[in-house]
């Protein structure tokens, strides 16, 4: 896998589209960091902000409502191990607006974003993995990350994302704990304790 912490496994092609970042959280080799960051968007036409790229529902959508290229910002409050963002797009739904060229920036503010990678999508459909990596290490520490949407399929000028999840990997050499492990977290018994009043 590509998120694993050992080193022996041989590294997953980028862009497997039946991967499901869920899965990976489960087993305890990442953990979606996400949650902790503060998400802003260059545009979006309204009711399909930044809350639908982070609401779990696939039939929901950011988008986007100007001039190419398209951001969506992540920043972090203290400087966070990314080891890969998965992208959750469909082709068949969204044609036009489907991104067909992606930057992964990374830096510490708006001010000093580096170019990591760009990416071409060829009419994708469900999850795009895109590892993130720092030269040699499996992955980056960074306060701020920058997805700019360059180009859209058939030139579409406003885009659509579903989802975005980021990973960080587990704390630990090889070491990894699966939530399965200790029992089925859907019980009345949990479910009474799982929110704050």
Known sequence: ???????ESPPKPAFA????????????????VGSQAVWSLSSCKPGFGVERLRDNIMDTYWQSDGQLPHLVNI???????ISQIYIYTDYKLDESYTP?????RSGTN??????????DLTEPN??????????????????MLQIAVISNHQNG?????RQIRVHAPCGGEGKHYPLELFGKFGTVDFQ???TIR
């Open 100 to 104: 067909s060229r992606i930057s992964i």
């Open 110 to 119: 708006f001010n000093d974003l580096q170019e990591l990678q760009v990416i």
């Open 17 to 32: 589209n039946e991967e499901d970042p869920l899965a990976e959280e489960r087993l305890g080799y990442v953990r979606e």
């Open 157 to 161: 000028r406003d885009t659509h994302m």
């Open 126 to 143: 469900g999850w795009v993995q895109i590892p993130i990596k720092d030269g040699n290490v499996k992955s980056l520490r960074t306060f």
């Open 75 to 81: 920043q972090f409050h203290k400087r966070t191990n």
């Open 192 to 194: 009474k304790f799982a």
């Open 1 to 7: 896998m590509a998120a694993t912490l050992d080193e």
